[in-house]
C-alpha cells in the first residue's frame, strides 16, 4: 500500500507542473519549474500562502480555521470555476497540504498549484 505522504507529494508535483502562473500583491517565494504559464481570461480564485505561513483569499488575509467558512461563503458558480493555490517555498509541505484540503473541504474540485518557471533556458 502506498503511504498518502507519497500521494500528495505526486499530486503536488502534478499540479506544480500543470498550474499557470499567476501574479498577485502577496510576497511569496515560489518554487520553479519548466512549465509554460497559461492564459487567463478573468481574474481567477486565487488562495496565497506567504513565508510566514498567513493564509491569504485572494488579498484578503484569512484565519486558517476559517478557510473553508470563506470559501463556502462564495457564490456556488464560483465553486466550480477553478482555485489555485500560491505558496512560499519555505512553507512546511504540511500547511501546504491541509490549506489543500480545507479548500476541498468547501467543495472546490478543480484546484492548481502556481509556480514559477526556472531561469534555466531547455535546449
Known sequence: MTPLV???????????????????????????????????????LVVSINGKGEIFLGR??????????????????????????????KVPYGLVVSTMAAIKRAGFTKLGMITRPSDKRGG
Open 60 to 89: 484578503v488575509r484569512v484565519k486558517e480555521s476559517l478557510l473553508v467558512q470563506q470559501l463556502k461563503g462564495l457564490p456556488p458558480e464560483r465553486r466550480k470555476e477553478s482555485i489555485y493555490l500560491r505558496a512560499d517555498r
Open 6 to 44: 507519497d500521494v500528495m507529494l505526486v499530486l503536488l508535483i502534478i499540479f506544480m507542473v500543470t498550474a499557470p502562473m499567476m501574479t498577485q500583491g502577496i510576497e511569496v517565494e515560489l518554487p520553479k519549474t519548466t512549465s509554460k504559464a497559461l492564459r487567463q481570461h478573468e481574474e481567477p
